[in-house]
């Protein structure tokens, strides 16, 4: 029985690709390149500043001017954080019948706390979540469970009483190596040619309300 609902945040809970897309679309502005469409950054939305610089600059972290990019798209993100992202939709209604079921939720993302809390706070959910674990609250972020036992301490619940939804492998292999149950968000942001069935989780759903039908499973 699901005592707990975790959720990912960016590509689960929240729709922030398009912010997150602004500021990718920013910095290359600032080097002189076109913007880069929604839908070519939306299945990187997931993966941080890492991917999307990656994607926008086909650069990796070890290169000279990796630092400098990435500054100046975290200190964009910083002020834009929350100007056009929203629930996903569905989401609103999840946490309403979650909280009438009794049932506490929280986040679980390896977005940084810098972002995670006031991004939140925007979103007018951060009071409501019985925990907010970001990338950097424990020393090992996902893919590794530790976040995810955090999180189970700090609801006083046992991990396999805990449902974790997220749009990411890594997602599903911490949930699964914390001895979760996990879902796939396939609304979320998963490539095309993603096999999902290599994932292991334990479901997909198409819709956040879905997710309700695998709480007493």
């Known amino acids: 029985m699901i005592e707990a609902v975790l959720f990912d945040l960016d590509g689960t809970f929240a729709d922030t690709a398009p912010d997150l897309a602004a500021a990718l679309n920013h910095v290359r502005t600032l ?12 299945p990187q939305a997931s993966h941080g ?3 999307l610089l990656k994607l926008g600059f086909n650069i990796e972290p070890d290169a000279p001017n990796f630092a400098s990019l990435r500054e100046d798209f975290l200190n964009y993100y910083d002020t834009h954080i929350c100007v056009h992202t929203t629930l996903f939709n569905g989401m609103a209604q999840l946490i309403e019948a979650l909280e009438h079921r009794r049932l506490p939720w929280g986040i679980v993302t390896n977005k940084p706390h810098r972002f995670t809390l006031p991004l939140m706070q925007a979103l007018g959910y951060a009071d409501r979540a019985a925990c907010l674990i970001s990338g950097d609250t424990c020393a090992r972020a996902k893919p590794h469970p530790d976040p995810l036992l955090k999180a189970s301490e700090l609801m006083h619940i046992a991990p396999q009483h805990c449902l974790y939804l997220g749009d990411d492998k890594r997602d599903v292999e911490a949930g699964r190596a914390a001895g979760m ?34 709480l007493a499973l």
């Not at 080097?31 to 939306?42: C, F, G, V, W």
């Not at 796939?184 to 096999?195: H, L, N, S």
């Not at 999902?196 to 997909?204: E, F, I, K, P, S």
């Open 31 to 42: 080097h002189n390149l076109p913007p880069l469409p929604i839908e070519a950054i939306r």
């Open 181 to 214: 149950k996990t879902l796939i968000a396939r609304y979320g942001y998963i490539a095309t040619q993603e096999d999902l069935t290599t994932w292991q989780a334990h479901g997909t759903i198409s819709s956040p309300m879905e997710l309700i039908a695998h």
């Open 49 to 51: 500043s890492i991917g």
